[in-house]
């Protein structure tokens, strides 16, 4: 069979085993490129941040045993970086979004094949096979592959980390859409049905929101050596791997060391335009009305 002949879900799943196959390449090439330049790292959880904990924190991709498929594994640390390793980590990136994207259109175009990708990538490499062996990581974790590594754009005085557990992410609904979730539930259970009355009893063009909490994550303030060119003198980010700082000399900024695990409850006040009320409206979706 030709190359133009080949079914489009064998060109997708050709390209996609291509671009796995670049990140690696490239993962590799940047911790050889950062451990040549003798820069210094720190890791929030390793006592040795040195080029086996760079790779092993770029390169964890997979499904550990009862692993929540909607959740990523977080290793947070900083990594002081000379021109060259920021090029690097910038061709990583570029590779991830592409990888991202074409996993996108799989998706859309030939689901079918997720499946099969996850399961069988890891063993076109020999090096991760035999990783693989009795760790019962078999699988492949998609959004562990493309997630970025995250990059600060100018040299850094000072980092300073701190847990952020109060985040939410609110999704705005229309009472049919609502209405639609609710019935992909079971239409015939007794709870939907009590969801599905309540629904009916508002208006149609009344506005909802479906909210999801999210789970503790690290969250990076950086400032600047100097203004940037719109002037800002900092920058807040969320990091789930190493954060590259800007190093020409090899040392890293001056940073904090946070408590080890995100405190047990709520640090920040409520928003004073928080508008959502306390008790879910439709408690199946996490729907709530506005007050």
């Known amino acids: 069979m030709t190359q133009g002949s080949q079914r489009p879900e064998y060109r997708l799943l050709a390209e996609l085993e291509a671009l796995f196959d670049r990140l690696l390449e490239q993962t590799d090439a940047l911790v050889a490129h950062w451990q040549a330049s003798g820069g210094a790292a720190w890791s929030f959880e390793d006592a040795t941040a040195d080029a086996g904990w760079l790779r092993r924190c770029l390169l964890d991709v ?16 900083l990594v002081a970086a000379t021109e060259r390793v920021m090029e690097a980590a910038q061709e990583v990136n570029a ?39 009795g ?6 974790h998609l959004k562990q592959c493309w997630r970025s590594i995250p990059l600060a754009e100018a040299p850094v005085a000072r980092v300073r980390l701190a847990w952020y557990s109060s ?27 009590i969801q599905l009355r309540q629904l009916a009893g508002i208006p149609d063009g009344e506005p909802l929101a479906q909210v999801q909490t999210q ?22 980010m969320n990091i ?33 335009d928080e508008r959502l009320e306390d008790v879910a409206f439709l408690p199946s979706l996490r729907v709530f009305r506005y007050r």
């Open 167 to 193: 985040g939410r992410s609110i999704k705005r609904l229309t009472v049919r859409e609502a209405e639609q979730k609710l019935l992909a539930l079971d239409s015939d259970a007794p709870h939907v049905r």
């Open 135 to 140: 760790t019962g990581l078999a699988r492949l």
């Open 240 to 272: 789930a791997l190493p954060l590259f700082v800007p190093s020409p000399d090899g040392r890293l900024p001056d940073h904090n060391h946070p408590s080890p695990t995100p405190p047990a409850t709520r640090t920040r006040a409520r928003r004073r």
């Open 215 to 236: 789970a503790p994550l690290m969250r990076a303030n950086l400032f600047y050596r100097e203004p940037l060119e719109d002037g800002r003198t900092r920058r807040a």
């Open 62 to 77: 997979w499904y550990q045993d009862g692993q929540d498929g909607r959740a990523t594994r977080s290793h947070v640390g």
């Open 95 to 133: 590779t991830k979004q592409a990888f991202a994207a074409l996993l996108a259109e799989i998706r859309r175009e030939v689901p079918s094949l997720i499946p099969e990708i996850k399961a069988v990538l890891p063993f076109r490499h020999p090096a991760l096979h035999d990783h693989l062996r």
